[in-house]
């Protein structure tokens, strides 16, 4: 089946590198296939380079385990970000020097915002991003891990990020087997709503190119209220709510019918700790879907 594994993801369960081991301990008794680790918590990564004590001790934590593992960049990455771009790819280079170390799978990088009203230099940021891709791709063919670029939505009306199917050719431009791409559901439901185009039709242009899933639910509202809590998102349904699956507006059904390629994809749920005690239901919504899936 095209769909092959369940993941959760760290996050807010393990925030920093000490809380790592009762939350992979916890994750074990949830019956997950693999993990996903939220990198930038555990410190591993040091001005843009490997620091060799934090990651030998994330190794130790994570041997052993009885689940595989991929990892998250930094939400900041970005290679559409020009006054950064060393930085940028240094912090990509490390973390999938760290990836590889422990074992991991895949790692989830960042697309990046380019301006709306400037076609041109959004084009421009367009390729050098590309570039950038097709680079760090060659460094991940070396460490073995699958970079998967992962679709986001834009916060502010003057930027505009990639749609899944926007995505979908840069990823086929670089003709990696180690670039992939993540597919956010619920960041392509926002992304729909804030740019107008079609949801599923652009879903299903990425979905032959994607190496791994984010899952979990939302409205598929853009966040136009300035709220002071999560909860009231959660009232007015509006933004990245990162619902247990089921709770939102998304169609699952349509979603696990996507024409996925075969590559042992991992559907990784994004559940905060809020939800721990849905974690049981949102994997065996999971597990329904890979039954679904191909």
């Known amino acids: 089946m095209p769909i092959a594994k369940t993941g959760l993801t760290t996050g807010d369960f393990a925030p920093r590198l000490q809380d790592l081991p009762a939350c992979l301990d916890m994750f074990e008794k949830f019956g997950v296939d693999s993990v996903e680790l939220s990198m930038a918590a555990f410190d591993t990564i040091w001005n843009g380079r490997a620091a060799p004590n934090r990651a030998a001790e994330l190794k130790r934590i994570c041997a052993d385990r009885p689940f595989g593992f991929t990892v998250h960049g930094p939400v900041t990455s970005s290679f559409t970000d020009r006054r950064h771009i060393d930085i940028q790819k240094d912090v990509c280079r ?87 791409a993540t597919i956010d559901f619920s960041h392509a439901a926002i992304n729909a709503g804030n740019r107008g185009f079609d949801l599923m039709t652009s879903l299903a242009a990425l979905a032959p190119v994607a190496g791994h899933l984010h899952i979990h639910d939302s409205f598929g509202k853009p966040k136009t209220i300035e709220t002071f809590t999560y909860g009231e998102m959660v009232n007015y349904g509006m933004g990245d709510l990162h619902l247990p699956p089921g709770w939102g507006a998304l169609d699952w059904s349509a979603i696990a019918a996507l024409p996925y390629s075969d590559v042992n994809i991992v559907a990784n749920l994004e559940l905060g700790k809020r939800f721990e005690d849905q974690v049981p239901a949102s994997i065996e919504h999971v597990r329904n879907m890979i039954a679904k899936s191909g």
Do not use: W
């Open 94 to 180: 490390a973390t999938l020097d760290v990836a590889a170390e422990i074992g991991a799978t895949a790692q989830v990088h960042h697309g990046g915002a380019v301006p709306v009203d400037d076609k041109l230099e959004a084009a421009r940021l367009r390729a050098y991003e590309t570039e950038a891709f097709a680079e760090m791709a060659h460094h991940a063919s070396e460490r073995g891990v699958v970079l998967c670029v992962e679709n986001i939505f834009a916060f502010d009306p003057k930027i505009e990020m990639a749609a899944p199917h926007e995505l979908a050719e840069q990823v086929k431009a670089v003709n990696s087997p180690f670039l992939r």
